[in-house]
Structures are given as C-alpha cells and as structure tokens.
C-alpha cells in the first residue's frame, strides 16, 4: 500500500514536470485533468488506508513509550525501595553494633566488679584462715608450754620421791 501511494505521487509529480509549458507562462503548464483527477482520487482512496496505518504505528509507538515509561518508573520505585531497604539494614546493622558495643561494655565493667569482689571474698577469707590459724598456733605454743611446766614439774617430782625414798631409809 505505501508502495502504491509512493506510486501515486511519483505518477502525479512526472505528469507535471513533463506536462508542456504555456507560451505565456512558463511557469504554468498543461495536463490532462482527468487523469489528475484520476490519480487524486486513487491517491484519496489510498491516503486514508495509510492514514491508519500511520496513526496505528504512532499509537503503537505512543503505547511502547508509555510501557516503557511505567517500567522505567517501577524500576526507579524498585530501585528507592532496595535503597531504602539497605539504609535500613545499614542502620539496623550500626544499631546492633552499638547495643553489642553497650552490651559488652556493661560485660567488661560487671566482670571487673566481679574480680574485685572475688579479690575482697578471697582476701577477707585468708585473712580470717590466718587469724584462726594464728589462735590455733597460739593455741598449740600455751599446750605446749603448759605441757612442758606439767612435765618438768612431774619429772622434778618424780625425782625427788626416789631420794626422799633412799633419803629416809
């Protein structure tokens, strides 16, 4: 069909350019007006079948564009969303790196108290061993210091019994 409207006006512009000019004007010529006419008609009768064929593309065209927009725009919304999403996990990860930081601040100090607490437990229980083990080491010095008065005053006495027995006799 376009080949034949191409056809039309190709046929129309020769029948012009070769029509004979005027002797007055030269720049006005002669043609057969009816098979002007008749290549006009033909070229109405085609003009609206191509017409159609023309807006049909253009809609077509009009219809890819507007396609290609909307999934340009889904893309655009797509891509704020992940963008937003990986800010969000961004914060969400800094977040949790901070209350892991808090967490293992309050740990190290809670540990520290702990250590001093078991230091102060430790030192107070071997200083109260010390001290018992002190009163019992006092303990043992007075037994045996009053072991050795009541041995020596059983030696002595045990002593003096044998010359009192060969003494008086």
């Given amino acids: 069909m376009e080949n034949q409207v191409q056809y039309l006006i190709d046929t129309l512009y020769n029948m012009i350019y ?5 002797l007055v004007a030269r720049d006005k010529c002669v043609i057969v007006r009816e098979e002007a006419l008749d290549l006009l008609d033909d070229l ?3 003009l609206p079948v ?6 049909d593309l253009i809609r077509a065209r009009d219809e890819y564009v507007d396609s290609a927009k909307k999934e340009a725009e889904r893309i655009r919304r797509q891509a704020d969303l992940d963008a937003k999403s990986i800010v969000g996990e ?17 740990a190290d100090e809670r540990s520290k108290a702990m250590i001093g607490v078991a230091n102060e437990y430790t030192d107070d229980a071997l200083r109260r061993t010390e001290e018992a083990i002190q009163m019992a080491l006092e303990e043992v010095r007075e037994s045996r210091a009053r072991f050795r008065a009541v041995s020596r005053e059983k030696l002595q006495a045990q002593q003096a019994r044998p010359e009192e027995q060969t003494g008086g006799k």
């Fill in 44 to 46: 109405r009768g085609q």
């Fill in 50 to 55: 191509e017409l159609k064929k023309a807006q």
């Fill in 18 to 22: 070769e029509a004979p000019s005027q």
């Fill in 90 to 106: 961004s914060e969400i990860t800094r977040v949790a790196r901070d209350k892991a930081k808090e967490i293992l601040q309050r």
